[in-house]
């Protein structure tokens, strides 16, 4: 077993980082943080080496944001997978950022 560090919404195992979204924290912005905590690359720079890709080159981010906000009664539930930055991403309906290396 793997042991995992903690960070602040987020934690570690070898290979996975996993980050929970804190309430009323976009999606989209969720899975930026996650990417860059796990990368250790800025979402924002000039060294395109440095920094991570924009998120709407891969996906929409606010599609991202929405397809689980609640508009009815009854909760959304189940994730979206894509390739970003150079990593795999999942985010599932109750706010979890799953990036693991592609």
Known sequence: MTSASNASDGWQTEDTYYYRAS???????????????????????????????????????DSLDAIFRDTTDEPRSGTVEFAYSGHEVTVSSDGLVTVTER
């Open 23 to 61: 309430g009323g924290e976009p999606l989209s912005e969720a899975v930026v943080a996650a990417v860059s905590a796990f990368s250790d690359r800025s979402s924002v720079g000039s060294d395109a080496d440095e920094a991570l890709e924009p998120l709407y080159g891969t996906i929409d981010p």
